[in-house]
């Protein structure tokens, strides 16, 4: 039987421009554990705070990790309710 032949790696992704964004609405007490839930998850995207009174979150990640980001999301909406808001396209 052959051996398999070793993948080659890929080359790595050129470096974004700019991250990517989505906007959250939740209920404020739940602000603390969304942050927490999502920085426990390695380097995956960070939350700040926008609006504290409307609870409006900024979530920044790689535009190359969109996929994973948005599965993370879908996930994290089992323990927190929340909305995502989607950024509207700039104009061109």
Not at 17 to 31: F, N, T
Not at 49 to 64: E, N, W
């Amino acid at each position: 039987m052959a051996k398999p032949r070793p993948r080659k790696p890929r080359p790595p992704l050129s470096a974004p421009q700019w991250s990517s964004l989505l906007y959250v609405r939740l209920a404020p007490e739940h602000i603390g554990m969304f942050r927490f839930l999502l920085e426990a998850q390695d380097n995956l995207g960070y939350a700040t705070v926008v609006d504290k009174y409307a609870a409006v979150l900024k979530v920044v990640f790689s535009p190359h990790q969109e996929r994973e980001m948005r599965e993370y999301l879908a996930g994290m909406q089992q323990t927190i309710p929340f909305a995502l808001l989607e950024r509207p396209n700039s104009p061109s």
